[in-house]
């Protein structure tokens, strides 16, 4: 496995671990009879994700995410494009936004239907490029794409840092106001995409 499939599959490794971070043990774990020889343990475990999880799950984030681009950039500088580079690095980036969406929609800190139409955005696209694939037509990223991704990306670090470190000079609800923007964003783009490969699902053999 050559260095930029590694990038992408540690992306996907720390999903997870991001998970332990951000989201505490549910009541039933805690309470188990099964787990009652560590329960002082798992109490301990689960006040230090309440009160300090989230802003180290949100570090993990925003590390991770800063990584998007790095693997492609050095497969295709040093011509490293494989086949599971292409499949490894959009799954990386989905799975990662996809949890830390799902996860801030179960903390109460996201809208639900946010999530939805950015999930929901992502399918939409995956299907088109799937079926582009089997016409031998490869979809590649634009730059609206990459501009929606970012914007995603600040919106969610807003959400998981409770928009520190505006909130110790303002009570304006940054993340709201990012996410707002990132779901038209999110909408636009799949619109774009739509709109330019619309040849693709009208194709008929």
Request: net charge positive; glycine share 6%.
């Amino acid at each position: 496995m050559n260095l930029p499939n590694k990038i992408s599959f540690t992306r996907i490794f720390i999903v997870p671990i991001f998970m332990l971070f951000i989201i505490p043990l549910p009541d039933w774990i805690l309470q188990s009879s099964v787990l009652s020889f560590m329960n002082e343990q798992l109490t301990a475990y689960n006040n230090f994700i309440i009160n300090y999880g989230r802003y180290i799950a949100a570090a993990i984030f925003i590390i991770a995410s800063c990584t998007d681009g790095i693997d492609g950039h050095i497969a295709r500088k040093r011509n490293l494009v494989t086949n599971l580079g292409k499949f490894l690095d959009p799954i990386a980036d989905k799975l990662l936004s996809t949890a830390a969406l799902i996860a801030l929609v179960q903390l109460g800190d996201v809208w639900g239907w946010s999530v939805m139409i950015i999930i929901g955005r992502e399918f939409l696209v995956t299907g088109l490029r799937l079926v582009a694939a089997g016409e031998g037509i490869v979809i590649a990223a634009s730059k609206l794409g990459k501009i929606k991704q970012v914007s995603q990306v600040i919106a969610i670090s807003a959400a998981l840092l409770n928009n520190f470190p505006l909130s110790l000079f303002t009570t304006f609800s940054f993340d709201k106001f990012a996410m707002f923007i990132a779901v038209i964003l999110t909408i636009y783009s799949g619109y774009d995409y739509i709109a330019k490969n619309l040849h693709v699902l009208k194709s008929e053999k």
